[in-house]
């Protein structure tokens, strides 16, 4: 059996727009159905949701027939739990408020294997060998491995240039939450302040020839941060995304107090 083909990390690589959208609901049957909509892509979160590592798993197996490539966010940095992401088949992780070169360094180290990185090896325990399947896993499984570190804070912007540089590192992710909040906004990304933030990551992200990426669930967020050369984009949030349908449909019939509109604090 080969090695798995990563097609973010492919689709990175040309250059192409990639749209997704965030999976919350925590379990395979609603990451499924999420997949069945045929976004380029989509984050399967471990930070927020309400995940363990089986759930984890559940929802990579449930959404590897689809085109839909899943992206798994870490709760945190921790090596042991990255370890365990990657033994599970995650080939995409994306890891929240780094804020330095040295913790981005650290990062790499933990996806790959010694003499590159301390990554500990499973072998055929693990879904990742495809149970010792793979040949050559061991040297070749960092080929198909794309990480992706967020920026979501004042210092994390101010090393934003020092953390893409990171050989290793394949793509920046803006978190415009965490941003604001952390600039004093409270989840309001739309003040001055934020944005300029936001396009100083994105342009130190792109001249490091690193892809660069948000969450943007209002449209037009989303364009405006396509024209600022963000390359992949989570225009939707299931969770959110049902709650607009079901208010919109309800409306219909009741005056409702709250109305279906997107919310800007993600």
């Known amino acids: 059996m080969k090695l798995p083909l990563n097609p973010f990390k492919a689709a990175l690589a040309s250059g192409q727009s990639q749209f997704g959208i965030w999976a919350g609901f925590a379990s395979g049957y609603a990451a499924e159905i999420v997949a069945s909509f045929d976004y380029d892509w989509m984050l399967i979160d471990g930070e927020h949701a309400p995940n363990t590592l089986p759930t984890l798993q559940a929802q990579l197996q449930a959404v ?17 739990l990255i370890k365990q992401l990657l033994d599970i088949g995650a080939q995409t992780l994306m890891i929240p408020m780094v804020e330095s070169a040295e913790q981005a360094r650290a990062l790499v180290q933990a996806t790959r294997y010694p003499p590159h990185g301390i990554r500990g090896v499973g072998g055929g325990l693990t879904r990742a060998t495809r149970w010792d399947s793979v040949p050559n896993y061991l040297k070749t499984a960092h080929e198909q491995l794309c990480l992706i570190v967020q920026v979501e804070s004042r210092a994390g912007v101010e090393n934003v240039e020092a953390i893409a540089a990171v050989e290793g590192v394949d793509a920046v992710f803006v978190g ?8 004093g906004y409270y989840g309001d990304a739309s003040q001055p302040e934020v944005q300029q933030a936001i396009r100083r990551a994105i342009e130190a992200t792109l001249a490091a ?3 660069a990426g948000i969450l943007a669930p209002q449209e037009a967020d989303a364009r405006r941060y396509l024209d600022w050369g963000c390359q992949f984009i989570a225009v939707g949030i299931d969770i959110s995304l049902m709650r607009q349908a079901a208010l919109a449909n309800l409306s219909k019939y009741k005056a409702l107090d709250d109305q279906p509109v997107a919310s800007r604090t993600y």
């Open 64 to 80: 590897a027939p689809y085109r839909s490539a899943p992206v798994v966010r870490a709760v945190n940095s921790d090596p042991a």
């Open 176 to 183: 415009p939450a965490d941003l604001s909040t952390n600039l």
């Open 209 to 211: 020839g690193k892809a």
